[in-house]
């Protein structure tokens, strides 16, 4: 009787539809409620839940952790419409490479080095050789598990998708089978169309638009699979000397007779600007830093600890006060070796003639944003009547002066025409703009630097976090303004890093900059007006 039954289910499931899953003897089954129509539209349907699945899938479950020679990365899939991989290196950047077909983008994540990785690299050198040459064999590990990781996903989502849709066996295994074959296929594109030669023309992001060196010399590869197995190498080898040393910017080759000079600007207690100001340093062999004030946040005695690093930067430091700094602050300035505190004063420091007045304020509070105290009258006398005090001080000067100094840019108005350039700080966002020109005297630039310390703690109160900011300015023997460099570095949490050279056009009528060709663009310096008396914070 059960062989019986048995062979009565099996005869029953050779009759049923196998998309609709409906009794194909029943009467009218073709042209009733199981016709054409609702037999299209449950195709349709499959199909749908099929991609739906997949693409979920993929998202869900495409991605895994592996070692990359010295790193721990992280390998990922997604939907794209025309393939390739994205190679990121935090906080370098990214490289872009055309390396495949089809409906599938590789992304692969290189992990920084923790301390004690970073310490063992130091000690043993040879330890990242080693750990490159196995860098091949980990990316197509980590691509094979990947790949078998993406369709199980991929298929799981679906299966689980269609059952709560369709709540019919038949069609949930239809969908579940969609799904594999539409995976696979996307992957066996991938592989089938997979261009091991695309590592030699990549294209860059982030930094690495202006250090594409880290690759070594990519015309040399064959497109053989082996040398382009060395050419993995020597990436993974090359990225991890970067991380050894601390570097996060390019080595610009130094000109003879060019003067460097660092302008940094409303650190904020931010500890991390020290770190990329010694970077910076130390990579651009910078002659002299310019601090153009804001270096606490509140002037009180404890803050004054902070400006201690100054002494380890072992360059001269030419400072002068923000109204976040107060006279105590100015002094622990003053005590560092190298530290010079200019207050309606002048020095000259590796050629250069730089004039400074501190700012005639101290507004000692946590808010650091340019708009903390309100405008008053009193307020717009103070900082114009520094600006006029600082101009009689250059004019006065026994040596030209080349470079000025003050904190508020609404201070630079009567500077026009005593010197070529002026500095400034405290509005947080960096501006180049042309002061009014006097009649029978030179052309002046004011230069405006964002937060080197991205406005401290309080620059995470915005929608982004405010960007660390500073300039490179590259003088010629005759301690004009040939060129700088705007560096910017992502917010508190952020990690991108942006770079771009401006050459000045004809550096005796004033700074009138160009940016040179690069890749792809990075931060420019936007023109502005002659600055107003603004807010202070």
């Given at each position: 009787?059960?062989?019986?039954?048995?062979?009565?289910?099996?005869?029953?499931?050779?009759?049923?539809?196998?998309?609709?899953?409906?009794?194909?003897?029943?009467?009218?089954?073709?042209?009733?409620?199981?016709?054409?129509?609702?037999?299209?539209?449950?195709?349709?349907?499959?199909?749908?839940?099929?991609?739906?699945?997949?693409?979920?899938?993929?998202?869900?479950?495409?991605q895994v952790s592996t070692d990359i020679g010295p790193f721990r990365a992280n390998l990922s899939?997604?939907?794209?419409?025309?393939?390739?991989?994205?190679?990121?290196?935090?906080?370098?950047?990214?490289?872009?490479?055309?390396?495949?077909?089809?409906?599938?983008?590789?992304?692969?994540?290189?992990?920084?080095?923790?301390?004690?990785?970073?310490?063992?690299?130091?000690?043993?050198?040879?330890?990242?050789?080693?750990?490159?040459?196995?860098?091949?064999?980990?990316?197509?590990?980590?691509?094979?598990?990947?790949?078998?990781?993406?369709?199980?996903?991929?298929?799981?989502?679906?299966?689980?998708?269609?059952?709560?849709?369709?709540?019919?066996?038949?069609?949930?295994?239809?969908?579940?089978?969609?799904?594999?074959?539409?995976?696979?296929?996307?992957?066996?594109?991938?592989?089938?169309?997979?261009?091991?030669?695309?590592?030699?023309?990549?294209?860059?992001?982030?930094?690495?638009?202006?250090?594409?060196?880290?690759?070594?010399?990519?015309?040399?590869?064959?497109?053989?699979?082996?040398?382009?197995?060395?050419?993995?190498?020597?990436?993974?080898?090359?990225?991890?000397?970067?991380?050894?040393?601390?570097?996060?910017?390019?080595?610009?080759?130094?000109?003879?007779?060019?003067?460097?000079?660092?302008?940094?600007?409303?650190?904020?207690?931010?500890?991390?600007?020290?770190?990329?100001?010694?970077?910076?340093?130390?990579?651009?062999?910078?002659?002299?830093?310019?601090?153009?004030?804001?270096?606490?946040?509140?002037?009180?005695?404890?803050?004054?600890?902070?400006?201690?690093?100054?002494?380890?930067?072992?360059?001269?430091?030419?400072?002068?006060?923000?109204?976040?700094?107060?006279?105590?602050?100015?002094?622990?300035?003053?005590?560092?070796?190298?530290?010079?505190?200019?207050?309606?004063?002048?020095?000259?420091?590796?050629?250069?003639?730089?004039?400074?007045?501190?700012?005639?304020?101290?507004?000692?509070?946590?808010?650091?944003?340019?708009?903390?105290?309100?405008?008053?009258?009193?307020?717009?006398?103070?900082?114009?009547?520094?600006?006029?005090?600082?101009?009689?001080?250059?004019?006065?000067?026994?040596?030209?002066?080349?470079?000025?100094?003050?904190?508020?840019?609404?201070?630079?108005?009567?500077?026009?025409?005593?010197?070529?350039?002026?500095?400034?700080?405290?509005?947080?966002?960096?501006?180049?703009?042309?002061?009014?020109?006097?009649?029978?005297?030179?052309?002046?630039?004011?230069?405006?630097?964002?937060?080197?310390?991205?406005?401290?703690?309080?620059?995470?109160?915005?929608?982004?976090?405010?960007?660390?900011?500073?300039?490179?300015?590259?003088?010629?023997?005759?301690?004009?303004?040939?060129?700088?460099?705007?560096?910017?570095?992502?917010?508190?949490?952020?990690?991108?890093?942006?770079?771009?050279?401006?050459?000045?056009?004809?550096?005796?009528?004033?700074?009138?900059?160009?940016?040179?060709?690069?890749?792809?663009?990075?931060?420019?310096?936007?023109?502005?007006?002659?600055?107003?008396?603004?807010?202070?914070?």
């Open positions: 009787m059960d062989g019986q039954r048995d062979e009565r289910h099996d005869d029953a499931d050779d009759r049923d539809d196998p998309v609709t899953g409906d009794d194909r003897t029943r009467p009218g089954w073709w042209a009733g409620a199981a016709g054409p129509l609702r037999r299209l539209g449950l195709v349709v349907a499959v199909l749908a839940v099929a991609l739906a699945g997949a693409v979920l899938g993929v998202l869900a479950g495409g899939i997604s939907p794209a419409r025309d393939g390739g991989t994205t190679v990121d290196i935090p906080p370098l950047g990214a490289l872009l490479l055309d390396s495949h077909s089809g409906p599938t983008h590789l992304t692969v994540r290189l992990g920084a080095l923790d301390q004690g990785r970073t310490e063992a690299l130091i000690d043993d050198p040879a330890s990242i050789s080693r750990a490159s040459q196995s860098a091949v064999e980990d990316v197509r590990s980590g691509v094979m598990r990947l790949g078998l990781r993406t369709l199980g996903a991929s298929v799981l989502v679906t299966l689980i998708l269609a059952g709560l849709i369709f709540r019919n066996v038949r069609r949930t295994a239809w969908a579940g089978g969609l799904a594999l074959l539409v995976t696979a296929s996307s992957l066996g594109t991938a592989a089938a169309t997979l261009r091991p030669q695309a590592i030699e023309e990549p294209r860059y992001e982030g930094l690495l638009v202006n250090a594409p060196a880290i690759v070594g010399d990519a015309r040399r590869i064959a497109n053989d699979y082996t040398k382009y197995a060395e050419q993995l190498q020597r990436l993974v080898g090359n990225v991890s000397q970067l991380y050894t040393t601390v570097s996060a910017l390019p080595l610009l080759e130094p000109t003879p007779g060019t003067t460097r000079v660092l302008h940094v600007s409303d650190m904020h207690l931010n500890p991390t600007g020290w770190q990329l100001i010694r970077t910076v340093v130390e990579q651009f062999g910078i002659d002299v830093v310019i601090d153009t004030g804001d270096i606490t946040d509140w002037g009180s005695e404890p803050e004054a600890s902070f400006v201690g690093s100054i002494g380890v930067l072992k360059k001269p430091y030419v400072f002068i006060r923000g109204n976040h700094d107060s006279g105590k602050t100015a002094a622990a300035v003053a005590r560092q070796p190298n530290a010079i505190v200019l207050n309606n004063t002048t020095t000259t420091v590796a050629g250069l003639t730089i004039a400074g007045i501190g700012d005639p304020r101290f507004t000692p509070d946590k808010n650091t944003s340019p708009a903390g105290s309100g405008l008053t009258q009193q307020v717009a006398d103070q900082v114009i009547g520094a600006g006029n005090q600082l101009a009689v001080t250059i004019r006065n000067s026994p040596r030209p002066v080349n470079i000025a100094l003050v904190h508020d840019p609404a201070s630079a108005g009567p500077l026009a025409g005593t010197c070529p350039l002026v500095l400034a700080g405290h509005t947080h966002a960096r501006q180049v703009s042309k002061l009014p020109e006097t009649p029978g005297q030179q052309p002046t630039t004011l230069m405006v630097e964002g937060s080197t310390g991205g406005a401290g703690l309080r620059g995470l109160e915005g929608e982004k976090p405010t960007p660390l900011s500073m300039s490179v300015l590259y003088f010629d023997q005759q301690k004009m303004l040939q060129a700088y460099d705007t560096i910017t570095v992502g917010g508190t949490g952020q990690a991108q890093v942006n770079l771009e050279r401006r050459l000045v056009e004809n550096p005796n009528a004033g700074v009138s900059a160009t940016p040179t060709p690069t890749p792809s663009g990075g931060v420019p310096a936007t023109q502005a007006p002659t600055p107003t008396p603004t807010p202070t914070g």
